[in-house]
């Protein structure tokens, strides 16, 4: 489970313009600042890979990043200032990002979400250093009921020792408890930090595993 090659291949708006090679792909979804562009710059080790999708204006939706030429990880935007659960209606936008790019996260969930076949699991990015967020809760819930494989990856669990507030591990329980009733069995969940290094190779193995299941 090594990453030897990452090549950035495209941004897509929908579903239907994403990559249609049928190689398995892994969603990277979380709050903005949860700390993606970091995990995904840690697990391919280089610098920048990630920025792309933090430009705006040139930044699109989806962003497929292809490793080892064989599977893909996929940027997703982050969600945060506005990202409403109104039944299945979310209404999405982008942090510096004008009118015309909010979206309605409804489409984009159902597009993406709901119909991309080559999707193995969604790696849902969570905080572990701060106690369950209702966003994020929302957000794993609405995976299990739609019956989408979504892996818990909870990041800065460095700043889990000593602080105020719960201990990573209680948060992390917390979420599994949270979300019990919309999952048949609870998410697989890897603890990472980019700081120590935490979970790079776990993750990655999981992937693999995954990928070859
Ligand atoms: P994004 O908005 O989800 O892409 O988040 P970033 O990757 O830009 O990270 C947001 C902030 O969290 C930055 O200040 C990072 O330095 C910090 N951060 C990211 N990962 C870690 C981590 O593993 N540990 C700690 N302590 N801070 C982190």
């Not at 993606?36 to 920048?48: E, G, M, P």
């Not at 309605?104 to 709901?114: A, N, P, Q, V």
């Amino acid at each position: 489970a090594k990453v030897k090659e990452v090549d950035f291949v495209k941004s897509s708006n929908r579903a239907k313009d994403c990559p249609k090679d049928g190689r398995p792909e892994f969603a990277m979804l979380g709050r903005s600042n949860v700390g993606k562009s970091s995990l995904i710059n840690f697990l391919v080790r280089k610098k920048d890979v990630a920025l792309t999708s933090k430009k705006p204006g040139k930044t699109q939706l989806i962003n497929h990043f292809l490793i080892n030429k064989s599977w893909y990880i996929v940027d997703l935007p982050g969600y945060g200032l506005a990202f409403f659960l109104i039944q299945l209606t979310y209404i999405y936008s982008f942090a510096n990002a004008p009118e015309s790019a909010r979206m309605d996260w409804s489409s984009f969930t159902k597009g993406y979400f709901l119909n991309r076949e080559t999707l193995v699991s969604v790696l849902l990015l969570v905080d572990a250093s701060v106690p369950p967020q209702k966003i994020d809760l929302d957000c794993a819930n609405w995976l299990g009921r739609n019956n989408i494989p979504m892996t818990f990856v909870f990041t800065k669990c460095d700043k889990m020792k000593g602080g105020k507030g719960k201990r990573p591990y209680e948060n992390i329980r917390d979420y599994q408890e949270l979300i019990r009733e919309n999952y048949r069995h609870h998410p697989p969940w890897i603890m990472t930090s980019t700081v120590t290094g935490l979970g790079r190779d776990e993750l990655l193995l999981h992937m693999s595993q995954l990928r070859n299941y």
